[in-house]
């Protein structure tokens, strides 16, 4: 589409002086604002000029080919926005729901709406649905051959040391320009009091030890997971569990001042522990049995095995003839019983009583450790994982955790590509059955896809076979989530892949980031994600968040000199496995070749209100890694149309080379809002 441009006089004026030989634009400080960007406050007649090639606005159903398409990706919210609107709080909560009052503590707390659906309460009052990625941070994953690609990325973006503040702020704006709220599990500590997050206790593995320790039975081991704090549960009835557990909480919230931050929505306590299991018998590890047998198979000396005892003498008063009758068993006193390391069919009852007691002393000493050093913030469960069917976990542990903690966490995995019909099945099935009147976080989910080179044979659920099936799959569960009244967050699992010959802890070699090992974020992917995260209170029943501060944006290539500038169309190479790249394939980038004198590219947009500042930067996409090349801020500007200007150098003043770039644009409004437009920079 051809369209025509007012030229502002002072913009005119900058061109004609690079022009006239003064070099690249926006290098000398005290005209950066200036050169930086135009404003219009009132809309001009078009007046005759050389053409430009623009972009138009982003369409949902187009996002995944917005780049071939040459539309630039504003991540404007999906479907028709109506004329109601409201702007979110700084945490990013929804003010349209009645919120009771016990419920505003001025932290992050929890509430049903009066429809029964469950919400997180932001610190101000709102209504919050938790949209998270985990595992947020720059350290990514050590490989099978003790490599770790992401870091040394990240050091040569960053420094060694890391500059940890410039890679928090860049994080969080691309977590907030892709929609989301949350920085999930394993959040790097310079995110903390930046943007909603959950903080990580693992008292499992962070003061017992269990393996290294001879005061505590081992009640599972199993060599595939040698030193894996998961795959263990230990005798929660010892004297010191409590003490221990309880100093190490309060260690932690001490150390990193969380029972003060209001950005903090809760705590997430150990993580896939091995609830659903039973007693092996020299082989793997079984489902069918359940915890209360693993007790009962431990010595008479074991503490758990002593309250097994202690609690069968309360129920029968001390008989165990009376025992014997209800069991239907022989024994001759309870210290027989004592060892004893099976019971018999009829005793199902008491074992059922038994795991409850097991889950209640966990759980409840977790609770009150955190009320202690804590108050002000809500226990997040401990992130059990559901099975295929989540009929491998007791209900028993469901009773007790929805009857300890605030919020029931869960990490539940989609094997398999579904519609949202049957996602909705599928959720409605597993946390139906969880639910006990509390609600629920999805903790853990994700779904990868081939066209990323990476070999997927040790997954993290479904495998598809392109970003744009990936997409839709997230959509599905997306919706599928929201559209639950007991759900209130999800966390996408996780911001970067693993190395591509897997993990060491886990094998794990499946694109399950939004991010590749070179920091190249999954574009069309993640604009797809970006439709959907901004859509969220509009699929609770909400009205839509305010609308985008970034509309009607356009860019073009214009010449300051005498030679025009181009956009030249070179389709990049499928790559190889070796050297995995998946946006070149799926968007296929153009090179772009700015040709002399003096090119520029015009990023023009509107903006609703006053921006108390706007940021533009400028990517390198290449085979190796995503570089920032140049980054321009400017100071405030009025409401009207603006137009950021990017004169093709980096920031050390030279002229960039032939390659792919993509955009980010950043603008923070007067009132505290912020919105994000991102794309590739393509014919």
């Known amino acids: 589409m051809l369209r025509r441009r007012t030229r502002l006089p002072f913009i005119g004026f900058v061109l004609a002086i690079c022009t006239a030989g003064l070099g690249v634009l926006l290098l000398e400080p005290t005209l950066s604002r200036a050169l930086l960007w135009g404003i219009r406050q009132a809309s001009a007649a078009p007046q005759s000029g050389t053409p430009v090639r623009t972009g138009a606005n982003l369409e949902p159903s187009a996002a995944l080919t917005s780049t071939i398409n040459h539309q630039p990706s504003t991540l404007e919210t999906l479907g028709v926005v109506p004329d109601s609107t409201v702007a979110l709080s700084k945490y990013g909560g929804h003010p349209g729901v009645p919120i ?3 419920a505003r503590t001025g932290y992050f707390s929890k509430a049903q709406d009066p429809s029964g659906k469950w919400w997180l309460v932001d610190p101000d009052g709102n209504a919050f649905y938790s949209a998270g990625v985990s595992y947020v941070n720059p350290w990514g994953y050590e490989s099978v051959s003790g490599t770790n690609p992401y870091k040394s990325v990240m050091y040569a973006k960053y420094g060694n040391p890391m500059n940890s503040a410039a890679w928090s702020t860049d994080a969080i704006d691309r977590l907030k320009s892709w929609g ?28 017992l030890q269990p393996k290294y320790r001879d005061n505590y039975p081992m009640l599972w081991e199993e060599s595939q997971w040698d030193k894996d704090y998961r795959r263990y549960f230990i005798d929660v009835f010892h004297p010191e569990f409590r003490t221990e557990v309880r100093d190490y909480i309060a260690d932690e919230i001490a150390y990193y001042g969380y029972a003060a931050d209001r950005w903090l929505i809760g705590y997430l306590v150990d993580n896939e522990l091995p609830f659903w299991y039973g007693r092996h018998s020299g082989g793997p590890w079984q489902s069918g049995n359940t915890m209360a047998d693993v007790f009962i198979a431990l010595p008479s000396t074991a503490y758990g095995k002593q309250e097994w005892i202690r609690e069968l003498r309360e129920r029968y008063h001390n008989n165990f003839q009376e025992l014997n009758r209800a069991w239907g068993s022989g024994y001759g006193s309870f210290e027989e019983l004592a060892n004893a390391t099976t019971v018999p069919p009829d005793a199902a009852g008491d074992k059922s009583r038994f795991l409850r007691a097991i889950f209640d002393k966990y759980f409840s000493t977790i609770r009150d450790a955190i009320r202690a050093a804590d108050p002000n913030h809500m226990y997040l469960g401990s992130r059990f994982v559901v ?38 099945a599928e959720m409605d099935g597993v946390f139906g059955t969880v639910y006990r009147n509390k609600p629920l976080l999805a903790t853990e989910y994700s779904f990868g896809a081939t066209d990323s080179g990476m070999p997927c044979t040790v997954p993290n659920g479904a495998v598809v076979g392109t970003q744009a ?69 509009t699929y609770r029943g909400l009205a839509p968040s305010t609308g985008p501060l970034i509309s009607g944006l356009s860019w073009n290539v214009r010449s300051v000199g005498t030679a025009a500038a181009t956009l030249q169309s070179t389709p990049q190479a ?32 509107s903006i609703p209100v006053a921006a108390s500042s706007m940021k533009l930067d400028i990517h390198e996409w290449n085979r190796v890694q995503s570089a920032l090349k140049r980054s321009i801020t400017t100071d405030a500007a009025p409401a009207g149309r603006v137009t950021l200007v990017w004169d093709g150098a980096d920031n050390a003043g030279q002229g960039v080379g032939p390659g792919s770039y993509y955009y980010v644009i950043k603008v923070v409004a007067s009132d505290g809002r912020v919105d994000y437009a991102t794309g590739v920079l393509t014919q």
């Open 387 to 424: 099975p295929p069917s989540v009929a491998g976990n007791p209900p028993e542990l469901f009773d007790s955790v929805a009857a300890n903690a605030d919020v029931v966490s869960v990490n539940h995995y989609i094997w398999e590509s579904m519609t949202y019909d049957q996602m909705k």
């Open 180 to 207: 989301y709220n949350t920085a999930g599990p394993y959040a790097a500590e310079s995110l903390f009091g930046k943007i909603p997050y959950t903080a990580n206790l693992e008292p499992m593995r962070g003061r």
């Open 574 to 605: 499928a790559s190889s496995p070796a050297s995995p790249s998946p946006d070149f394939r799926l968007f296929m980038p153009l090179v772009f070749k700015l040709k002399p004198k003096y090119p520029a590219v015009f990023f023009t947009f």
């Open 100 to 102: 009771p009052p016990e």
């Open 469 to 537: 099936e990936r997409a839709q799959l997230y959509a599905s569960y997306r919706r599928a989530s929201v559209d639950s009244p007991y759900i209130v967050g999800d966390f996408w699992w996780n911001y970067v892949d693993p190395p591509l010959n897997g993990n060491k802890w886990g094998n794990e070699n499946c694109n399950l980031g939004l991010v590749d090992n070179s920091d190249r974020p999954y574009l069309g992917f993640l604009n797809s994600m970006a439709n959907e995260n901004r859509s969220i209170y």
